[in-house]
């Protein structure tokens, strides 16, 4: 028997360069050699950002580039303590506003909900994974920050902190939503009856019981959540401001901030290759890079320990009571804290709005309700915890409605014929979008001959072939780290690997190979699921009449797994539709009044479109609503069509 659970029989052996290697093993040197390109491609990220790198800190100093406090690189000046803390306010900002409307909406779709509601629902919060960050960036720019900008008292200008955070936060949803709304549903239901066979309402059993258990699950959601917030590039672009200072005072969220994503995506094009400033806008992302990666490593690592502790197989770790007494003065710790967190919140919220004396005392009102909560009967408690809940996730739909219906109300008006198949005309203004549209589909056919080709063999290396080797183990993890890296980061690289190193220059190729690399972690991950989803028995049947085992793959395997495999190549053509921080820098431009020519040549599209038209025409209000429709449309469809082709095959196979 094979390690995957079958035999495999045995072949007329090769001859090759002299020497004998079989059928199987041929392929499988072979597929090892395509799935390695994830790691290769990780080194070459490193390796060109690294590079680089050094000659800004040659030049500069680690010391003065993360200490010094004024970035201006045009006088010389490049204190990064600005742009770093930016980064880091803005994302605290987001998991402040995500984590409670995520880990409420999780909680009631896995608890409350009722059984036929909860996937609807769970698809739902997931549309808004599929909305191009570029699309949030533009409704942040035309309606959250008018909207901070006409209520906030004392506001001067809507492009703040807040308003970015607001942007991430939203963005930022569907992963907490999904990942803990998987940890939770994972918590054995022997835990949910045990607590309920002692008396304690649901409510007590979701509070005490269910969340506790899954508290691993729900770190690692918000640790990703953080990984998403901190390389978001477009939508902080377009509504922080982008002043490279510090906050004065730093709890004042109308102030405009800069982060390291939108330095790089504004600063990038525009600077001298191989100057002091370009090599230090590769050092920005060589931090943003490694932070992200530290991220992401937390998340898997968080995620292992909450696997291990629900397995069955696995026996639980004795504790000491030393161990267990630190662990509850560490819970009392933790819930001291989590008051000072709340209070904190909702004094530097009513500081916006109200006098220091009103907010002062919407604090000291927050407090009393706080402690007076302890004070309720459990009935009452879940009552009102239920009803919380509810509306949470009454909110997290209006946020959907609302960001989706006034695109399509605004925009519906300006498609016509002529929008769709005539040139740009005054620099956007007038005329329809065309090329774009035609660039997007160059973009995307490009980018799926390359990633679908290169992740469908990877993936099928992994899901049968690939022992647990530390090789095969440096490849997955290869693979995570690609799927967590930021897409400004992939852009950089392409500018670079391609449009530099290799001399593509600015053109569609260059465009495709980033974007491919981009997308190709989601195609192997969903081939490797939709292989390892086969039944054994198909592969057993193929082998027991004969057939080797990359026949059985390709005439049995493949086949049976083709709806996974179609999944992952969708929902990456939807990914490469809507990116635009990656092609911004290697293959796109704003303006064309004829189509290019070759691979050679750039191309519009219609995520650099829309930003173009929303940064730089802000007149040309009908043809930025209709653009960000028409890419909105586009992209949901992609996603749609993907989801529906899952759930018709899973239904109809029934595995």
Known sequence: ??????????????????????????????????????????????????ANSIPAIEAIGLREFFTGDIWRPTRGHFGASTVITGTLLVTLGAIVFALPLGLGAAIFISELAPKKYREPLKLLSEIFSGIPSVVYGFFGLVVVVPFLLNNVPGATQGQSWLAGSILLGIMALPTIISVSEDAISSVPRSYREASLAMGATRWQTTSRVVVPAAISGISAATILGIGRAIGETMAVMMVTGNAPIFPEPLSNLMSPIRTITATLAIEMNEVPVGSTHFHALFLLALILFLVVLLVNSLSRLVMRRMKEKFNPTKQPKKRSVRYLDAMAILAKVFTGVRYVVILGIV????????????????????????????????????????????????????????????????????????????????????????PAIVGTLKLVFGTVLIAVPLGVISGIYLADYAKDTRYTRIIRASIDNLAGTPSVVFGLFGLAAFVIYFD?????????????????????????????????????????????????????????????????????????????????????VAYQTRMGGGITDPVMALPYHLYYLATNIPDAYDQQYGTALVLLLLVLAIYASATVLRHHYNKKLNW
């Open 504 to 588: 593509f220059g600015f053109s569609l190729l260059a465009g495709w190979l980033t974007l491919a690399f981009l997308v190709m972690p989601v195609i192997i991950r969903t081939t490797e699921e939709a292989v390892k989803r086969v039944p054994s028995e198909l592969k057993e049947a193929s082998l027991a009449l004969g057939a080797s085992k990359w026949e059985t793959i390709t005439k049995v395997v493949l086949p049976a797994a083709f709806p996974g495999v179609i999944t992952g190549s969708i929902i990456s053509i939807g990914r490469a539709a809507g990116e635009t921080a990656p092609i911004m820098f290697t293959a796109v």
């Open 347 to 434: 004094w530097i919220i009513a500081d916006l709005w109200f006098s220091p004396s009103a907010a002062i005392a919407i604090t000291a009102a927050a407090l009393a309700l706080m402690l007076s909560s302890r004070f309720l009967s459990a009935n009452n408690m879940q009552r009102l915890a239920h009803s919380g809940l509810t509306l949470v996730m009454a909110v997290v739909l209006a946020l959907l409605v609302i960001i989706v219906g006034d695109i399509v109300i605004k925009g519906i008006p300006a498609l016509s014929v002529e929008f769709i198949t005539d040139y740009p005309a005054r620099g956007g203004r007038d005329g329809g979008i065309y």
């Open 1 to 50: 028997m094979s390690d995957k659970g079958y035999d495999e029989p045995r072949l007329k052996p090769l001859r090759i360069l002299g020497r004998t290697v079989h059928h199987d093993d041929a392929v499988k040197y072979a597929l090892l050699a395509v799935a390695s390109v994830a790691s290769v491609i990780v080194l070459a990220i490193i390796g060109f950002i690294l």
